[in-house]
């Protein structure tokens, strides 16, 4: 008798689709770009820190997305910032330009020079840093007074996209944008082979139009039995809220997208599997109430021994560096399974 198909449900980003140059360089470019009104800004090292300090960043948890990655980042920066204690709570464009000019990155400047990984630096000093002219630059959504987020958008989609999303056009970039830099991590060989032994499905961080735009641009949708992504986080938070009253997350690591992904797929599974790069995706399959096996893979990292040890410490059943260890991974579970049948 045939085994059943495994369900096997991916992450997207630095698991499916190497975002190094995209997602990535766009916090470290929104940084940059965030701080340029500012005093001294011609001082700021460029680039301001490299990519391997800030995956080291993003590899520790408790991030949903990369928008709060940027917001962290700023917030660590800004521990190295001299400014002037903002008069008015208040938030837009007008009160950023304001505030911004009244700052000086001098000082931030030569620490970042100064120091060898400089993020992770302040992360162990400042941790919880938190600076309130950043958190409210962080408030609302784009075109509603979040900084941030907007200049994240505006780099990471390019202006077109932007604008085509969004309906506005963009304030601090109008070049094309980075997510044009995104390659696949995953073969379109190995996702055939992939699909023909089990059913495949993503539960990403990205909204629903980022997460789209990849599946469609390399040709992967017809791999994918379904798609969850933040769109449905934030639905599913909205009804909540006006049922209960009640506030909740339902990002990673809460394990929402994939039970919900589990009970969008009716049919009968061996083993349900998750693979994941971070230690949140790891805590999301673990706490499951569909009962998840979590994968850790560590194609994208800088140091994968780091790696590697956060997301065993994290739940992960399985470590593998890139799709070929998947595909041995998946077939020594597939031989167990079948060892107990």
């Known amino acids: 008798m045939a085994l059943m198909k495994n369900l096997v449900v991916f992450d ?11 997602y990535r360089d766009t916090v470290r ?3 940059a770009a965030f ?29 949903n997305n990369d928008w709060d990655l940027t917001h962290r980042v700023l917030s660590l920066l800004f521990t190295q910032v001299a400014c002037e204690k903002p008069i008015h709570e208040q938030n837009g464009w007008q009160f950023y330009e304001e505030e911004i000019r009244k700052c000086d990155v001098r000082r931030l400047a030569a620490f970042l020079k100064e120091t060898d990984r400089p993020l992770q630096k302040l992360m162990q000093s400042d941790g919880q840093a938190q600076n309130r002219f950043v958190d409210r630059m962080y408030q609302g959504d784009v075109g509603s007074g979040n900084i941030i987020k907007q200049m994240f958008q505006e780099i990471y989609l390019g202006r077109d996209l932007f604008q085509q999303i969004y309906g ?38 990205r909204p629903r139009a980022e997460a789209n735009y990849p599946l469609t641009r390399f040709g992967l949708t017809k791999y994918f039995r379904t798609v969850l992504t933040l769109d449905d986080c934030l639905e599913s ?9 009640e ?21 009968k599974v061996a083993a349900r599997v998750y693979v994941g790069d971070m230690p949140d995706d790891m805590q999301a399959a673990s706490r499951s109430q569909a009962g998840y096996i979590g994968i850790g893979m560590a194609i994208s990292a800088a140091d994968r021994a780091a790696l590697r040890e956060r997301l065993i410490g994290s739940g992960a059943a399985h470590v593998v560096d ?17 060892d107990i049948l």
């Open 12 to 22: 997207m980003d630095g698991v499916l689709v190497d975002v190094s140059k995209s």
């Open 35 to 63: 701080l340029q009104p500012a005093a001294g800004s011609e001082s700021l090292p460029q680039p301001l820190f490299r990519l391997a300090d800030l995956a080291a960043l993003k590899q520790s948890g408790g991030l």
């Open 322 to 338: 890139d799709f070929a260890g998947l595909l041995k991974t998946l077939d020594k579970i597939n031989r167990s399974i079948s």
């Open 29 to 31: 470019q929104t940084a």
């Open 237 to 245: 938070q909205r009804r909540h809220r006006e049922r209960t009253g």
């Open 247 to 267: 506030v909740i997350s339902l990002g990673k690591p809460h394990p929402f997208m994939l039970d919900a992904v589990a009970a969008a797929i009716q049919e």
């Open 168 to 205: 506005s056009a963009c304030r601090v970039h109008s070049e094309e944008g980075f997510i044009y830099r995104e390659t696949l991590f995953a073969k379109q060989g190995e996702l055939e082979v992939l699909s023909q032994g089990n059913l495949l499905a993503i539960a990403t961080g």
